[in-house]
């Protein structure tokens, strides 16, 4: 297929405008319904007009079936056949039905142009501010897909909610658009301008498409309203002062400006100037008009409309022709860019589909090559001819022990194979997340190259990651798209052998060789396993599929035949790329010869023979090379073989500067190593020019601090079972204070972000090295982090060893002590243990009281804690006793609008709506809020939590507009401030769903609930989720919700998911767990449901309270090191 972006292909356009810009088209050819491929759909009578003109030549009309009731135009414009049909009256289900009736009769349309008039938004664009006589052109901007449905939803309880998304327009006319736009900046003579000269205005019947002059464009205040029905603005009386003074467009009035964006398309015509402004603000609007939802509900379109009126009370006719001319001169030019199907013969040769249609640049996106890595020519050539194309659809799977270079093997295959496929798609098939995850990747991909796959755009909108894969596996099945390759790398547990009826032809390459046969290693899969096979496009009909996998059973034995001395290297390292790797970069780094590193091999060899007999010899070959490396690395800096064995107590990926930095306490040589960025950089540089350790790439974003390194999975078990024997206390303790040192306060620019990449770090150093006295600060600031993540018994397990430090440190009443004491109290109080919290509250409580004495802060915040623990326990009269105290000591201590006080004054709001007093529940959060948002913005999590929280009093207020509003505020501040799967926007939308639920909008409840639940598994993962308090609140509320759609099956099935975690997390005493085994037992066949079983909303109610924000004391922060 090719573009007409060719600078001669161009110019021929511009004569072809220039030689007919007064002759009319001929009546000269008759062509079959099959060669017309651009539909060009315009609603009025004006517009057909405009359209007509704009031809270069006009074809004989051809019969219809009697049951298409559309009258056609024929034509071409620049070898494009074109159809062209107009409407019996405007809106978009007339549209709907022109659209439906001209594709059956004209099977072979590609796509449309929706081309008219329509209503301005005065709204400043990168082109200006909209005006008369401008064109507007829908393009996909932010979640929007260029056009949207304003009026397309549904009302309930008083409230309306828009469902629902159109398709973008097609790749081609995006393409067209910008080819178009970037042509009109780099004439002299603008072809818009020109082709809008084809229409001969002097003609008596044509003078309504003349240029009425910007003296005739006025745009009025929107509060000020046309006077007289029927009569002109003049006539009609209405105030010129009222009209909002503008600055000429241009020198030249009668250049096409052109603004592309948002349109909005809706079944009533806009004649209100506020609602216009209250819509368009909403959207992000540029233009109103009634057709496009009808036309792009199934047919790719792109919609052009010229701005005849401003959307309010003084529109008229007076700029409908010229603005139809405009729109129709725009549309005539993006024939001259669009993709060509070149005529020949009068008739029509198509290329080949996938080479525009379904191609995919080349990209490994998360995949990092080796860059010395030496292609395996045998290998490689064996995969080649297994995945040789028939037609047929061929799958490969490299069996491999970790680090024998599967994925390096098939990065190498990628690369030199890219231009046999139209398409190359990486997905990590790690796990069933990390694959789905991979997925979504993938249709983000596929959408930036094809944007008008609407099935991929729609699923990637709902957030439905299951939908999001089975829409990408749609596009691979599409007819035409046969030459695709898909990786899927690094699945553990490959069960293609036991599914009756999936005879596939499944063709297996072991880094040994070749192997006809099928293979399974059942005792490899573990806990995580999963079929794959679900995740295979369905199709057979090409295609080709690799499969990287570990296998204990096959080596590599792939020889480099270099020299004779390389040969016997590779032959005594089995042909292991990482040991041949090693050794190169050391060969590369020292003046030996094989020969003489194969000594030092052999020397390293036997002694982990003699110290580690029970290596195997798999493992032996890695650690006699790395062995090798270490020693002359000692030799080079001590200071990185020392970052090396340090390293073991970190986790394997993304150590950075910052990290290893921070903290006082640490030895000299880690000092030396951090005093500067320079002297890291330097002894990282040594690590990795030794083939040890690897920079990430710019392309991996590390959130905050500098970009970080990383070693191979295997490179890390050397470093913990052979560089370090046993556990290394000071290097233990190191690490552990590195990373306590660099653990933010939740008041610190993108706390979240650092706290995230601490984790995996923290998990790794923790070890059972005796608590020393001074160092108890770093399991206190240890269990701070496992806290803020939701860690509750990781954050129970260091607050415990951090107190044992302080009271055998400092004594039992100390108020280092008292703290963690506090935070212990936060602990229970999160895991519903509410008499062990009390016990601790009160026992900080009294210490506070005597070290500092009642009106301290820290006494204070103890007693805040203490409100919020007996308004747990429905002791509201205790409650309030609390929080007046706390607050009446902290405005006090702090004044009125500090945020500690802030955070009581919300506690207050939060009891006072539990009490049922809403008005003085209100005034404490709106108190609250403004003071939130004047201290910490408007997007801070408290202020976000306090708007949740106004959502939850204007729910049980039954304000249920107000209520959402408050909701989806919260949603959107905290999507923005922390992104779309962090725990506290997944509990916001969690939140929401419960609303829907008491309003009986299950299914949106549904939706909300499903995307909770899926969120809290990407982002705690799957093992922790069903241990996860939120979660675990989710699960019951879906179970409760499938109930209430009369779902048994399903409704046991989340609340034993939810019964399992609750009874792990708060025992079987709880209260949580006693409900929900409640609820599961009344669901049972065998039992009937009684009249005081609980019902829907009073579960969602409770869901809601689960989730309502209040202010729980923060835990405590108060050390340094």
Known sequence: MTISTSKSHLQAGFRTIHNKLHLKPTMAKRLSRDEYKVAWICPLEVEQIAAMEMLDEEHEALPQSATDHNVYSLGSINGHNVVIAGLHQTGNCPAATVVTQMRMTFQNLRFGLLVGIGGGVPVQTD?????????????????????????????????????GALAPPPAALLNAAQALAVQRARVENDPVQQNVKRIDTSRRRLRRFQFPGAANDHLYQSQHRHLQTGVSCSIGGCDPLQRIPRASDDEDETYVTVHRGIIASGELVIKDATLRDALAQQYELLCFEMEAAGVLADFPCIVVRGISDYCDSHKNDQWHGYAAAVAAAYARQLFFHMPVEEPQRGHVVVANPTLTTFTLGFRLPGVTGVNDFVARGEELGLMHNALKWTGERHTVVLHGLGGMGKTQLTIAYAKRHRSDYSAVVWLNARDETSLKQSFHQTAQRILREHPSVAYLQIAITNRDFNEVTEAVKRWLDEPGNDRWLVIYDNYDDVRLDGRGGADQSVRCVTESGYDSGKSRQPKEADSKAYDIRPF?????????????????????????????????????????????????????????????????????WLRLQKESPQLLEYDQALYSTWEVSFRHIQQQSQGAAMLLKLWAYFDKEDIWYELLKGGLMKPAWLHDVTETKFNFNTAMRVLCEHGLVEADPPTKKPGVGSLGYSVHGCVHTWMIHILNTGVDEEMAWTAMICVASHIPRDNEHNYWLVQQRLLQHADQCVTDTATEEEKAWVFYKLGILYASQDRLRDAETMYKRALQGYEKAWGLDHTSTLNTVNNLGLIYADQDRLKDAETMYKRALQGYEKAWGPDHTSTLNTVNNLGNLYADQDRLKDAETMYKRALQGKEKAWGLDHTSTLDTVNNLGALYAKQGRLKDAEAMHKRALQGYEKAWGPDHTSTLNTVNNLGNLYAGQGHLKDAETMYKRALQGKENTWGPDHTSTLTTINNLGSLYA????????????????????????????????????????????????????????????????????????????????????????????????????????????????????????????
């Open 127 to 163: 082109e200006g501010m909209i005006r008369l006589g401008h064109v507007v052109v829908s393009k996909p901007t932010g979640e929007h897909s260029g056009a949207v449905q304003y009026d397309h939803g549904k009302a309930k309880d008083g409230q309306f909610q828009r469902t």
């Open 998 to 1121: 008491g309003q009986g909008r299950l299914k949106d409840a549904e939706t909300m609930y499903k995307r909770a639940l899926q969120g809290f598994e990407m982002t705690v993962g799957k093992d922790i989720v069903n241990k996860y308090v939120p979660a675990l609140t989710t699960l019951a509320n879906l179970g409760s919700l499938f109930k209430e759609l009369g779902e048994p099956g399903k409704a046991v099935s989340y609340y034993q998911r939810a019964q399992t975690g609750f009874l792990s997390v708060f025992g079987p005493q709880s209260e949580r767990y006693t409900s929900i085994s409640r609820k599961i037992s009344l669901l049972q066949p065998s039992a009937q449901e009684t009249p005081d079983s609980p019902s829907l909303v009073e579960t969602a109610g409770r869901g809601r309270k689960a989730k309502r924000r209040r202010l729980r004391g923060k835990h405590k922060d108060t050390t340094s090191d």
């Open 536 to 604: 295979f496009p369905e199709t057979d009909l090409g295609g080709a599929i690799i499969i990287t996998t570990r296998s204990s059973k096959v080596k590599l034995g792939q020889l480099i035949r270099l020299n004779p001395g390389a040969e016997a290297l590779a032959k005594q390292l089995d042909g292991l790329p990482l040991a041949l790797s090693t050794a190169g970069a050391y060969l590369n780094q020292v003046s030996t010869t094989c020969v003489e590193y194969l000594q030092l091999y052999k020397e390293s």
